[in-house]
């Protein structure tokens, strides 16, 4: 893969990359090209457009996509362009409509992109056709959805969604078997954070077990020393604890928390909040109640299962992070490679007490909530990141942290020796490197970062 | 019932009183005063910006801050820890409290809406936020508390860089 006629795959290296990664224009424009451009993208879910005609608009490779269910009930994506001179045709973030109309000259689309009328017809040249295809809104090659969760690429072939996804899917099942009645949908609004600094650096965080010591020693600080006895709602209980938890020793983080990766950048954090300890206690009476609901729907054999999968993030390389114990789902937007915009949405666990997911969004406001304790000094650290590079000083980046003691996984993966292992990083650049290389990631040989 | 079966409970705050405070708890919150800021709230106060246009709830959909007594002490005792990142430099603040109205009023205090300005000064940066103070204010032993305060910012749902100092 060349950028400006360079090979730019030197720049990934066994445990470590060169910082031009996260600050070339150039190289951010191929990632566009060869990862968004190719890879299966996560754009949403199937309960927010439950109906013919509901849509609503997102971008995929900063491309304007508006995803839409059709009058027949199919889900498509199309490009938000108007076919005529260009303009965007849906301006709302989402809605309800029988058909899509430009508000430039009315050119309008049926909801699968197809011309449907145009005014002042005869005016346009005598081989002006309205069926023929170059008159639609473009619809993106494929859309697959997995159990409900909406994916994309923008690349006409390739490997199936499952496939892409791999073992992964297990961690989207994971949310959806939480739920007693075996159904999840988007509620409770959503969060959009920014920060000045490269989308890498975002699910480079999310499986960072070494970091939260340092970085969230304010919020962990605070509330360790945080009075119980003084008025609550009940609201920041979850909140609490988690901040509280963010403080547990090194010796925790490297004894009680493991990480796994596997083919095409994927991993998750694993083993980290016990449900019957932590996240909401056998004696709370929230999580009482929804564990009935569990049994009474699944029975006590199957909800055990359940609860023993005890998933922390799980990232979906390149663009999708999600936890499935708060029902917390994160999609990253690159901007530029210096911007980074990213939407967190929350699932109500259909068949769940709706404590169970007023809970949830005290946890989004107080761990991925814009204005929360815990997620703002993360963006300051992709903030610095952003200012540190453009030093230009040091040119390589480590990411040798566990290097040379991954173990094989029975499911295809490998795993840190521990959690604070940079496994998880080295991993995605392998993907990365594969998907620049125009190879087919997790099926190549010479993964540069594996040791 | 007839009109001279009840006479009115008298209000105890006007809205002079409550402008003066509005602007004293501004200027506690631009001059870093944090810990002043939260002795102004009732022990049962609640502190809400909510993420939405017109959100009517905080437990069902997620906000930019909403606090009970309990976190709203934890945000306070952290913006005053020597090791918050997000606050190293200092951000600066510059509120201005203006069109103050009461909304509503009766015997223990009122419900005053006003309107405000700030700009927020980091790193070279400075960013512009406005909207509507929605404050819940009593009287309690003789000092205005606030019993709830709704910050509506106008650009609540836009793409934002981290929300460290509360409005």
Same mark, same amino acid.
């Given at each position: 893969?060349?950028?400006?006629?360079?090979?730019?795959?030197?720049?990934?290296?066994?445990?470590?990359?060169?910082?031009?990664?996260?600050?070339?224009?150039?190289?951010?424009?191929?990632?566009?090209?060869?990862?968004?451009?190719?890879?299966?993208?996560?754009?949403?879910?199937?309960?927010?457009?439950?109906?013919?005609?509901?849509?609503?608009?997102?971008?995929?490779?900063?491309?304007?996509?508006?995803?839409?269910?059709?009058?027949?009930?199919?889900?498509?994506?199309?490009?938000?362009?108007?076919?005529?001179?260009?303009?965007?045709?849906?301006?709302?973030?989402?809605?309800?409509?029988?058909?899509?109309?430009?508000?430039?000259?009315?050119?309008?689309?049926?909801?699968?992109?197809?011309?449907?009328?145009?005014?002042?017809?005869?005016?346009?040249?005598?081989?002006?056709?309205?069926?023929?295809?170059?008159?639609?809104?473009?619809?993106?090659?494929?859309?697959?959805?997995?159990?409900?969760?909406?994916?994309?690429?923008?690349?006409?072939?390739?490997?199936?969604?499952?496939?892409?996804?791999?073992?992964?899917?297990?961690?989207?099942?994971?949310?959806?078997?939480?739920?007693?009645?075996?159904?999840?949908?988007?509620?409770?609004?959503?969060?959009?954070?920014?920060?000045?600094?490269?989308?890498?650096?975002?699910?480079?965080?999310?499986?960072?077990?070494?970091?939260?010591?340092?970085?969230?020693?304010?919020?962990?600080?605070?509330?360790?020393?945080?009075?119980?006895?003084?008025?609550?709602?009940?609201?920041?209980?979850?909140?609490?604890?988690?901040? /509280?938890?963010? +403080? #547990? *020793?090194?010796?925790?983080?490297?004894?009680? &928390?493991?990480?796994?990766?596997?083919? =095409? !950048?994927?991993?998750?954090?694993?083993?980290?909040?016990?449900?019957?300890?932590?996240?909401?206690?056998?004696?709370?009476?929230?999580?009482?109640?929804?564990?009935?609901?569990?049994?009474?729907?699944?029975?006590?054999?199957?909800?055990?299962?359940?609860?023993?999968?005890?998933?922390?993030?799980?990232?979906?390389?390149?663009?999708?992070?999600?936890?499935?114990?708060?029902?917390?789902?994160?999609?990253?937007?690159?901007?530029?490679?210096?911007?980074?915009?990213?939407?967190?949405?929350?699932? /109500?666990?259909? +068949? #769940? *007490?709706?404590?169970?997911?007023?809970?949830? &969004?005290?946890?989004?406001?107080?761990? =991925? !909530?814009?204005?929360?304790?815990?997620?703002?000094?993360?963006?300051?650290?992709?903030?610095?990141?952003?200012?540190?590079?453009?030093?230009?000083?040091?040119?390589?980046?480590?990411?040798?942290?566990?290097?040379?003691?991954?173990?094989?996984?029975?499911?295809?993966?490998?795993?840190?020796?521990?959690?604070?292992?940079?496994?998880?990083?080295?991993?995605?650049?392998?993907?990365?490197?594969?998907?620049?290389?125009?190879?087919?990631?997790?099926?190549?040989?010479?993964?540069?970062?594996?040791? | 019932?007839?009109?001279?079966?009840?006479?009115?409970?008298?209000?105890?705050?006007?809205?002079?009183?409550?402008?003066?405070?509005?602007?004293?708890?501004?200027?506690?919150?631009?001059?870093?005063?944090?810990?002043?800021?939260?002795?102004?709230?009732?022990?049962?106060?609640?502190?809400?910006?909510?993420?939405?246009?017109?959100?009517?709830?905080?437990?069902?959909?997620?906000?930019?801050?909403?606090?009970?007594?309990?976190?709203?002490?934890?945000?306070?005792?952290?913006?005053?820890?020597?090791?918050?990142?997000?606050?190293?430099?200092?951000?600066?603040?510059?509120?201005?409290?203006?069109?103050?109205?009461?909304?509503?009023?009766?015997?223990?205090?009122?419900?005053?809406?006003?309107?405000?300005?700030?700009?927020?000064?980091?790193?070279?940066?400075?960013?512009?936020?406005?909207?509507?103070?929605?404050?819940?204010?009593?009287?309690?032993?003789?000092?205005?508390?606030?019993?709830?305060?709704?910050?509506?910012?106008?650009?609540?749902?836009?793409?934002?860089?981290?929300?460290?100092?509360?409005?």
């Amino acid at each position: 893969m060349q950028s400006n006629g360079e090979d730019v795959s030197p720049l990934v290296q066994p445990a470590r990359v060169h910082r031009r990664l996260y600050t070339d224009p150039a190289i951010f424009e191929l990632e566009m090209q060869h990862i968004f451009g190719v890879a299966w993208i996560y754009v949403g879910h199937e309960s927010q457009i439950r109906n013919p005609g509901d849509y609503f608009c997102t971008q995929v490779s900063r491309k304007p996509l508006i995803v839409v269910r059709g009058a027949d009930g199919k889900i498509r994506a199309l490009h938000n362009q108007c076919a005529h001179r260009g303009a965007m045709v849906v301006a709302s973030d989402k809605g309800n409509t029988d058909e899509f109309q430009c508000c430039y000259h009315g050119w309008t689309y049926h909801l699968d992109g197809r011309l449907k009328a145009v005014p002042l017809q005869h005016g346009y040249p005598d081989d002006f056709d309205p069926k023929n295809p170059k008159t639609s809104m473009l619809q993106v090659p494929r859309v697959e959805s997995y159990r409900g969760f909406i994916f994309v690429s923008l690349a006409s072939e390739g490997r199936s969604l499952e496939d892409f996804l791999g073992f992964m899917a297990t961690s989207l099942d994971d949310m959806l078997d939480r739920a007693p009645d075996g159904e999840i949908e988007v509620a409770g609004g959503s969060f959009k954070h920014a920060y000045q600094g490269n989308w890498k650096l975002y699910l480079e965080n999310l499986c960072d077990a070494a970091h939260p010591w340092f970085t969230h020693r304010s919020s962990i600080d605070a509330a360790q020393q945080q009075k119980d006895d003084v008025y609550s709602d009940g609201s920041g209980e979850i909140a609490i604890r988690q901040m /509280r938890q963010n +403080g #547990a *020793p090194y010796s925790f983080w490297e004894s009680q &928390v493991g990480i796994w990766t596997y083919p =095409n !950048g994927h991993s998750f954090l694993g083993d980290y909040h016990d449900d019957a300890k932590l996240v909401a206690a056998m004696n709370d009476p929230v999580f009482r109640d929804y564990i009935g609901a569990m049994e009474a729907k699944k029975g006590k054999e199957r909800t055990r299962q359940i609860m023993e999968v005890r998933r922390w993030n799980s990232n979906v390389y390149p663009n999708l992070s999600f936890m499935s114990q708060f029902q917390q789902l994160r999609v990253i937007h690159p901007v530029s490679v210096n911007r980074t915009m990213v939407q967190t949405y929350l699932f /109500r666990l259909k +068949g #769940a *007490p709706d404590r169970m997911f007023q809970n949830a &969004v005290s946890f989004a406001n107080i761990v =991925n !909530g814009t204005g929360s304790l815990v997620l703002t000094d993360d963006l300051e650290i992709y903030n610095r990141i952003g200012l540190g590079l453009a030093s230009e000083g040091a040119e390589w980046i480590e990411i040798g942290r566990g290097f040379k003691s991954d173990l094989p996984d029975q499911h295809g993966g490998r795993r840190g020796k521990n959690s604070t292992s940079e496994i998880y990083i080295r991993n995605m650049f392998d993907a990365w490197r594969s998907y620049m290389l125009g190879e087919r990631p997790g099926m190549s040989a010479s993964a540069v970062a594996r040791p | 019932m007839t009109a001279a079966a009840r006479l009115p409970s008298p209000a105890p705050l006007d809205r002079a009183q409550c402008e003066e405070f509005l602007i004293h708890e501004a200027r506690l919150l631009d001059e870093g005063r944090f810990d002043e800021w939260l002795a102004l709230f009732t022990p049962e106060a609640r502190y809400w910006v909510p993420s939405e246009p017109g959100q009517t709830s905080p437990l069902d959909t997620v906000s930019l801050m909403y606090d009970d007594r309990r976190l709203l002490e934890t945000r306070v005792r952290r913006l005053g820890g020597p090791r918050i990142h997000s606050q190293e430099p200092r951000s600066r603040t510059s509120r201005i409290v203006t069109n103050v109205t009461l909304e509503e009023t009766d015997s223990i205090g009122a419900l005053v809406r006003s309107k405000f300005v700030m700009l927020e000064y980091r790193r070279e940066q400075q960013r512009p936020f406005a909207g509507t103070y929605w404050h819940r204010l009593v009287l309690t032993d003789g000092a205005i508390r606030i019993a709830q305060k709704r910050v509506d910012l106008v650009n609540c749902d836009a793409p934002m860089d981290g929300l460290v100092v509360p409005f």
